[in-house]
């Protein structure tokens, strides 16, 4: 039932120099809440504010968005852009707000919307308010993002109780992960919460390319993932307990924000000339049936979909050398990665022994 989401709250992170994310406990997995009537268990960290460095970095422009430092813990609602094209509110990839600094790799400057972006040090840091730029049932009726629940995919598909609720999100991964020399075999990956030191630990596990939180391959504790996928709306993802909307596998979302970005012209999974996710908060990219430069990935991967090999645009831009990656692609692998490969996910996070 473990899940957690830094919340943090007068969080002023566009100064973060130097930073600031505690990682939250361990044991965290998705939990949708919709086993039983428990509430979840609640560990929100905070950010000290002694340790906003005042120093004036390299950061583009901040462009605040709603401010998450008041002290609202409520969760809010989502924010209803009001200056959208459509006069809807309707949250989209024109109107939800992205900020990147100019000293960011290309990778994520190029291809992430709906987010806040910077580099700290040797680290990459993200803040998400969770909002999906699209469509979901999750956003609830009377939203301007509010559709039905998809119920022609079968009868076993359902929603859980939950609702999305704009978040305070910050993720961090390291520049240049460093390897812990894992072989990943079915040993290690059986889908299950709390079978191994290597398992990814703390929600959200990464972020996807539209801004909204990528969870590992497995379920809470007690819970299971090839259940709970009954419950992912149409864009395959839900919000767990407090409102925290989530992937686990492919989705059109992120697709539609790789199309944005002008990488790919298809945004249904599976089919699509270029799939990319997202990335996970050790540096794990997340691609889907193709490599990121439309070839075909090799038929030979691990056992959560993943191999080492450079990560490279389709005009040849070397993205990442020799970064370890995993393919979501129906056939395949189906989830997310469940185990880390590499050591820091995060800073700090509790190193398995
Ligand atoms: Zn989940
Ligand atoms: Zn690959």
């Known amino acids: 039932m473990l899940w ?58 901040p462009s605040p968005s709603p401010d998450p430092g008041d002290d609202d813990t409520s969760g809010g609602t989502p924010s209803g852009d009001d200056d959208d094209d459509t006069g809807t509110g309707e949250r989209t990839l024109e109107n939800c707000q992205t900020s990147i600094a100019d000293d960011v790799p290309d990778f994520f400057r190029e291809l992430f919307h709906c987010l806040e972006i910077t580099l700290d040090g040797g680290s990459v840091l993200f803040h998400t308010v969770d909002l999906p730029p699209h469509r979901s049932y999750y956003y609830g009726e009377g939203d301007p993002n509010y559709e039905p629940f998809d119920y022609s995919r079968g009868s076993q598909y359902r929603p859980n109780p939950n609702e999305i609720v704009e978040q305070d999100i910050t993720v961090m991964l390291p520049l240049n992960p460093i390897s812990r020399g894992l072989t990943i075999t079915g040993d290690l990956v059986d889908g299950m919460a709390g079978t191994s030191e290597y398992e990814y630990h ?16 497995f379920a809470a504790p007690g819970d299971d993932l090839n259940e ?61 049936c193709t490599e990121a430069d439309g070839s075909e990935p090799p038929t030979s991967l691990d056992a959560q979909g993943g191999h080492v090999s ?23 692998r189906e989830f997310t990665p469940e185990i880390q490969y590499y050591k820091d996910c995060g ?5 398995p022994q």
Request: glycine share 12%; proline share 5%.
């Open 4 to 61: 957690r989401v830094q919340r943090m709250t007068r969080i002023q992170w566009m100064m973060m120099g130097a930073l600031a994310w505690s990682a939250g406990a361990s044991g965290s997995a998705c939990s949708t809440g919709d086993d039983d009537g428990t509430s979840p268990a609640e560990n929100e960290t905070q950010t000290p504010d002694d340790e906003m460095g005042g120093d004036d970095d390299a950061s583009s422009t």
């Open 202 to 217: 703390g929600a959200p596990g990464g972020i996807a390319l539209d801004g909204v939180a990528l969870f590992h391959g």
């Open 228 to 288: 709970e996928k009954y419950t992912f709306d149409a864009y395959n993802a839900h919000p767990a307990e407090q409102g925290n909307y989530h992937y686990h596998t492919w989705s059109k979302g992120p697709l539609e924000a790789l199309a944005y970005s002008g990488y790919t012209t298809s945004t249904e999974p599976g089919v699509a000339s270029v799939e990319i996710y997202g990335i996970m908060c050790d540096g794990t990219v997340v691609l889907g």
């Open 310 to 332: 450079n990560i490279v645009s389709e005009d040849e831009t070397v993205w990442f050398s020799n970064r370890y990656h995993t393919h979501v692609c129906e056939g395949g």
């Open 347 to 351: 800073v700090p996070m509790e190193p």
